[in-house]
Nanobody, 116 residues
């Protein structure tokens, strides 16, 4: 079992920045990738960014150049740094962990609201 606890988020104006954190605990050695997803009202959950166990990162086209995923290996914390935020980024953001066996874990979700 892997537990993911998120923090951060909130309300920001267009062009502002926020940082989301996700602290992992439990069987973290089994995790091969951490990631971030988001779900806007009335829309399906969409992938935002992923960081592998080796530190390789990839971001969705919609956020590339504005969002950065990183991790503190010693503290088992994964971050999503968001800048140049737009109203279209408004969503509930979820931290995600995937194991080699294909098991997925999710954080509790955190609201990000970007006002125009």
């Amino acid at each position: 079992q892997v537990r993911l606890v998120q923090s951060g988020g909130g309300l920001v104006q267009t062009g502002g920045s926020l940082v989301l954190s996700c602290t992992a605990s439990g069987s973290t050695d089994s995790v091969v990738t951490y990631g971030w997803y988001r779900q806007a009202p009335g829309k399906q959950r969409e992938w935002v960014a992923t960081i592998t166990k080796d530190g390789n990162t990839i971001e969705a086209d919609s956020v590339r150049g504005r969002f950065t995923v990183s991790r503190n290996n010693a503290a088992y914390i994964v971050y999503l740094q968001m800048r140049s935020l737009e109203p279209e980024d408004t969503a509930v953001y979820y931290c995600h962990a995937a194991t080699a066996s294909g098991t997925y874990y999710w954080g509790q979700g955190t609201q990000v609201t970007v006002s125009s």
